[in-house]
């Protein structure tokens, strides 16, 4: 019972030492892929403090990009979708648009939906002043189970007059 007991002993510590060799020289090294930045104007930029106030005393239709600068679909649709359009309908800015960062927004996805119409980010929404309450006229979001691609969106800037048709 002793030597079987010393002998799974000297294997363990056999297999240890054996381990440590091997992986001695062996370091774990991290590599941090930089955050794309969004490369895109996005001026008018407001807030989820400001946007509001800016619906509510415009007489128009005022065309908004929701965004979170962080979210990889956003940075897709301001450094992908959006420049592709530009370039295909010989645009050099977004004129009609303005621009909100949720970035810093703490809430939930309920209340963005109640709010302004959307579930998440990016959302490229139609809102009008209605007797001092926002109206929601047209809605298009990326989420779980929808990304944004270029024709999507073009459709959507085509059925609101933000962009010729054809």
């Known amino acids: 019972m002793l030597k079987r007991g010393l002998f799974y002993t000297i294997i363990i510590a056999l297999i240890t030492v054996a381990t440590y060799v091997v992986y001695k020289d062996n370091e774990v090294t ?17 807030t989820d403090k400001t946007i509001d ?16 600068s962080y979210d990889s679909n956003s940075i897709y ?3 992908t ?3 592709q ?7 050099e800015h977004l004129d009609n ?4 960062d949720l970035t810093d927004y703490a809430s939930q996805s309920d209340i963005t939906k109640n709010h302004w119409g959307f579930y998440d980010t990016p959302a490229l929404a139609a809102l009008s002043n ?12 990326c989420d779980s189970t929808f ?20």
Do not use: R
């Not at 106030?53 to 979170?68: C, G, K, N, P, R």
């Open 30 to 46: 991290t590599t941090v892929v930089p955050m794309e930045n969004i490369e895109f104007d996005t001026t008018p930029n407001f």
């Open 53 to 68: 106030d800016y619906i509510l005393s415009s007489e128009h239709t005022v065309y908004v990009i929701f965004y979170d």
């Open 77 to 79: 649709l301001f450094n």
């Open 81 to 83: 979708i959006l420049p």
């Open 85 to 91: 359009l530009m370039e295909k309908h010989g645009l």
């Open 97 to 100: 648009f303005v621009y909100c």
């Open 130 to 141: 209605d007797n001092g309450a926002i109206n929601v006229l047209s809605i298009h979001y």
């Open 147 to 166: 990304n944004m691609t270029v024709d999507t969106v073009e459709n959507w800037m085509i059925n609101n007059d933000l962009l010729p048709n054809g």
